[in-house]
């Protein structure tokens, strides 16, 4: 009896880790037919984010799909940038390969004429190369 009562625990951990890996691979399978539509789109546990000429959506990403999901286009927007905490990173002058900092999270900003919308991402390399990515097609709309 001790024995089974010293396992249980461990039985519960497993049953929990089986339970939220299931979770997030389901989550990726909705996540992939929703990328579809786009031509270019990223996932992760903070949003989903996807791109189909000026228009970018993203939301929230669940086992049943994305959700609140929220659309502008890249017309309205006045300014770019990657946030992280407090401090805004120059897209212009820093090279995602040689960036050394490690951090939980990076938000991708967006400044238009009445609102800012801010979009997480869990890696600051990837919120700058998304950042370079979109601000390259935001000037060529511009200019």
Do not use: C
Request: hydrophobic share 40%.
């Amino acid at each position: 009896m001790t024995r089974g009562l010293l396992w249980l625990p461990l039985l519960i951990v497993f049953i929990g880790l089986a339970w939220a890996g299931w979770n997030e691979y389901q989550k990726l399978e909705t996540y992939k037919a929703w990328a579809q539509q786009f031509d270019h789109a990223k996932y992760d546990i903070y949003a989903v984010l996807g791109q189909k000429g000026n228009e970018l959506t993203w939301g929230k990403p669940t086992r049943k799909g994305p959700i609140e999901l929220q659309s502008f286009s890249l017309q309205e927007v006045n300014q770019i940038q990657v946030v992280v905490g407090d401090r805004v990173i120059n897209l212009s002058t820093v090279n995602p390969e040689t960036l050394t900092q490690k951090s939980d999270r990076a938000d991708l900003e967006f400044q238009l004429t009445t609102t800012t919308i801010r979009i997480p991402f869990t890696e600051l390399q990837l919120a700058i190369q998304w950042g370079n990515h979109l601000q390259q097609d935001w000037q060529a709309l511009k200019g």
